[in-house]
Every structure is written in structure tokens, then in C-alpha cells.
């Protein structure tokens, strides 16, 4: 399984980015997928999710809801999360998740 996530930067407060976490190694139809976040010295969080193929659900942590949306293309087995109104608190990596699989993060930093 590999996961690589990508789209991360320096951006200032209002702003949007687009992350991306193209996938590889698995059935990319039967599992849920999601991005976490991890700043300094603060525990891993989850940001977004979106279920399996056959009802694509997604979930959103309370400090995200309209703000961040996150959707997938099965055929480029990709996963993007869309962030908008970006606030230095979403400063932070972001990395996706697959069962217990983990990619390496890509860096967003919100800052004036």
C-alpha cells in the first residue's frame, strides 16, 4: 500500500489549497479514506473522511464543516481534500489514511 500525499504550502489566512493523496496497493472501491493533521506538540487529529465507493459518505471535524471538503477520483485512485478560509490554526501536516496505513505528510502553513 502506498499512499502519497502532495498540494501543501505557505498560504495566508483566507486562502485555499488543494491537497492530493494518490493511492496505490489496494482495493481503492472497498475502504474508507481520510486525511489527519498534525501540528507541533499536538496530538494527530482527524480532518475528513469519505467512506467506501459504495456510498461515498463523508465527515468532517466540527472545525472544518464548511470549510474543507474532501472527494475522490476512482479512477486516478486520488483523494483530495479542497481547504478554504484557511486559519493559522489549520497550520499543520496533513497526511491520509487507509486502514493502518500511513502516508508521509505534506506540509500547510497558514501565516501573514
Known amino acids: 500500500v502506498q499512499l502519497r500525499a502532495s498540494g501543501g504550502g505557505l498560504v495566508q489566512p483566507g486562502g485555499s489549497l488543494r491537497l492530493s493523496c494518490v493511492t496505490s496497493?489496494?482495493?481503492?472501491?472497498?475502504?474508507?479514506i481520510g486525511w489527519f493533521r498534525q501540528a507541533p506538540g499536538k496530538e494527530r487529529e482527524g480532518v475528513a473522511c469519505?467512506?467506501?465507493?459504495?456510498?461515498?459518505?463523508?465527515y468532517y471535524t466540527d472545525s472544518v464543516k464548511g470549510r474543507f471538503s474532501i472527494s475522490k477520483d476512482n479512477v486516478r485512485r486520488t483523494v483530495y481534500l479542497q481547504m478554504n478560509n484557511l486559519k493559522p490554526e489549520d497550520t499543520a501536516d496533513y497526511l491520509c489514511?487507509?486502514?493502518?496505513?500511513w502516508g508521509r505528510g505534506t506540509q500547510v502553513t497558514v501565516s501573514s
Open positions: 496497493g489496494f482495493n481503492f472501491d472497498y475502504y474508507a
Open positions: 469519505i467512506s467506501s465507493s459504495a456510498d461515498d459518505n463523508t
Open positions: 489514511n487507509v486502514d493502518s496505513y
